[in-house]
Nanobody, 115 residues
Framework: QVQLVESGGGLVQAGGSLRLSCTAS????????MGWYRQAPGKQRELVAT???????NIADSVKGRFTISRDNAKNSVYLQMNVLKPEDTAVYYC?????????WGQGTQVTVSS
């Protein structure tokens, strides 16, 4: 079994920054893509950013230029640096990891941006 543990959420004013971290633990031989998704109240979960094991990234247009995704393969970890946060970034942020043959989700971390 694989577990993902997220940290780094919180309350921040508009224009501020936060850094989310997620670490995978358990029986892991390799991790393919890792990523971050978010779900705001009353909305569907949406992709924020993903990163392959080789470092290729995919960033949602809504956060491009403000958010950066990175990972440390040796630590089975993925990070999301969020800058110039806006109230519309308020959501629960979920970590996702593709650990063959399954995908796994973290429990979510709340990010609240006040105006």
């Amino acid at each position: 079994q694989v577990q993902l543990v997220e940290s780094g959420g919180g309350l921040v004013q508009a224009g501020g920054s936060l850094r989310l971290s997620c670490t995978a633990s358990g029986i892991i031989f390799r991790i393919n893509a890792m990523g971050w998704y978010r779900q705001a109240p009353g909305k569907q979960r949406e992709l924020v950013a993903t990163i392959t094991s080789g470092g290729r990234t995919n960033i949602a247009d809504s956060v491009k230029g403000r958010f950066t995704i990175s990972r440390d393969n040796a630590k089975n970890s993925v990070y999301l640096q969020m800058n110039v946060l806006k109230p519309e970034d308020t959501a629960v942020y979920y970590c996702n990891a593709n650990v063959p043959p399954s995908g796994y989700w973290g429990q979510g971390t709340q990010v609240t941006v006040s105006s």
